[in-house]
């Protein structure tokens, strides 16, 4: 369980970095290119507002309505092209005087694809242009090569890609080696209640053998008494709470590898089916198990006896008279999907999570009847969780199912 809530600890944190740092990354791109494209939006407007350059004629001055700077060596760093258009968009003109990186076969084929999108300001490959219409039916079009801009845009993406990359291995290193110290009280915490659980029980097994000794003789004095029978069933009973306490405190551990081998699933499925069969028929109902052959898995094999215990033994105490229980076992790519399935009348949906809740009985005095204590489902998930699965149930049509599903390692 610490490993895997030190596991979730680092998918949370990294998954809250990695989109932050996303949505970061994306509005710095996105925000540069904008700027770039305004600013370059804004010269093409200057451009065609002035005819075709940046100080018309007459005493200099900064351009009015344009919050971008206009310096004496603007019009020498800028490289553009402005070309006038008939109705018929035939070239009328065009001026060369401004840039070196097309002639006049290459404005031809710019100028098609500016029309051809049918827009009025865009990008064709690195060119940004303005398309303005004219009085006498024609239009100009300003075109301003933008390479060293956008190339500028690019490199930044590209850092700020770097840097987003370094961020989140960083931290995810940092989180390799201090996620420990973050869940360590918990952990602490964790261990000292698991460690409560088996000290209790070993403190509560000597006065319940000495009360279970003198119930013993009593009854060997007083013969078959109705006090000291009931006195006994809840000895008995809490004999049995106990060791399901120890059990789950101890099915909760993380096993270790060592502990784990390869064992067939099939067999261990069959066995517990087989010894199931005949507790349903006294009972009244049916087991009907369909199990995949040559199922293996690496694993505790008594924790999925366990398992397969207690996912039968609920369905047999509170299936419906006379109902048909479903027991499968199969294996779909790389997961073991384990279900049981009953009928079970008056079941309410909104409180099947808390199924798997310690001491959880949606009925208790159906629960008391059949000898319940809530803790079954509760160890049932953690043995689903020891090995990495998960385990889930719902309801429809009047049939409960359970179904656990468990990773093959490797």
Partial sequence: MIRSLRRKFILTAMASLVGTMVVLCTAIGIGNHCITTSRADRVIALLHQNGGVFFPPGPRSDPAGFDF??????????????????????????????????????????????????????????????????????????????FLQLQSSNN????????????????????????????RPFADNLERQRQFITDA??????????????????????????????????????????????????????????????????????????????????????????IGEGIKLKGVQDNFFRLFSILLDNAVKYSDPGGVIRFSVAQRRRNIYITTSNPCAGVNAAQLPRYFDRFYRADSSRARATGGYGIGLSTAKA?????????????????????VVIPQAG
């Fill in 201 to 290: 029980s070993h403190e509560l097994k000597t006065p319940l053998a000495i009360l279970s000794a003198d119930l013993g003789l009593l009854e060997d004095a007083y013969g078959n008494d109705k006090w000291l029978k009931s006195a006994r069933s809840q000895i008995v009973r809490l004999d049995k709470l106990i060791k399901n306490l120890v059990e789950l405190s101890r099915t909760e551990e993380t096993v270790n590898e060592d502990a784990m081998a390869y064992f067939s699933v099939s067999e261990a499925a069959q066995a517990s089916a087989d010894t199931f069969q005949p507790l349903a028929e006294a009972d009244g109902k049916s087991l009907s198990a369909e």
């Fill in 156 to 183: 930044m993406l590209r850092v700020t890609g770097a840097i987003f990359l370094a961020c989140v291995a960083a931290v995810f290193i940092l989180l390799l080696f201090l996620s420990k110290r973050a869940i």
């Fill in 69 to 146: 700077q206009v310096t004496p060596e603007t019009p020498f760093e800028t490289r553009y092209l402005i070309v006038k258009l008939t109705a018929q968009n035939k070239i009328k003109s065009a001026d060369f005087d401004h840039i070196a990186a097309l002639d006049r076969q290459s404005v031809a084929g710019t100028v098609r694809q500016i029309i051809e999108t049918g827009a009025a300001h865009g990008y064709v490959s690195h060119y940004r242009f303005g398309v303005f219409p004219e009085r006498d039916g024609g239009s100009t079009i300003v075109v301003l090569d933008c």
């Fill in 383 to 403: 043995i689903a969780v020891r090995h990495r699965g998960q385990i889930h149930n719902h309801y429809k049509n009047g049939v409960i199912t359970f179904t």
